[in-house]
Nanobody, 124 residues
Framework: QVQLVESGGGLVQAGGSLRLSCEAS????????MGWFRQAPGKDHEFVAT????????YYADSVTGRFTISRDNAKNTVYLQMNSLKAEDTAVYYC?????????????????WGRGTRVTVSS
């Protein structure tokens, strides 16, 4: 069982930056694929980014490529999402997710564990 706790959300002006963190419980964090997803008001759950267990492979949604960076620190059991050049359309609740796997996972249903989310609001 893995427990995930997100933090770092808040209110920021368009063009600004935020860094989200997701801390995981457990001793085998490096064996988990980690992902970030988001859900904006009135919209479906959306894939944002994913990172391999070692951190050597990352993949992003087109909407955030070049602006967001996913990273992880396995010694701290933590995955990060650095968000730069934020836009109003980035406003959403952001969730981290985990699955013990090696392959790239971009669909929410593929993940086994989820955090409760952290809210990001970007004012225009």
């Amino acid at each position: 069982q893995v427990q995930l706790v997100e933090s770092g959300g808040g209110l920021v002006q368009a063009g600004g930056s935020l860094r989200l963190s997701c801390e995981a419980s457990g001793r085998t964090f490096s064996t988990y694929i980690m992902g970030w997803f988001r859900q904006a008001p009135g919209k479906d759950h959306e894939f944002v980014a994913t990172i391999s267990g070692t951190g050597g492979s990352t993949y992003y949604a087109d909407s955030v490529t070049g602006r967001f960076t996913i990273s992880r620190d396995n010694a701290k059991n933590t995955v990060y999402l650095q968000m730069n050049s934020l836009k109003a359309e980035d406003t959403a609740v952001y969730y981290c997710a985990a699955k013990a796997a090696r392959q790239r996972l971009t669909e929410g249903w593929m993940y086994d564990y989820w955090g409760r989310g952290t809210r990001v609001t970007v004012s225009s």
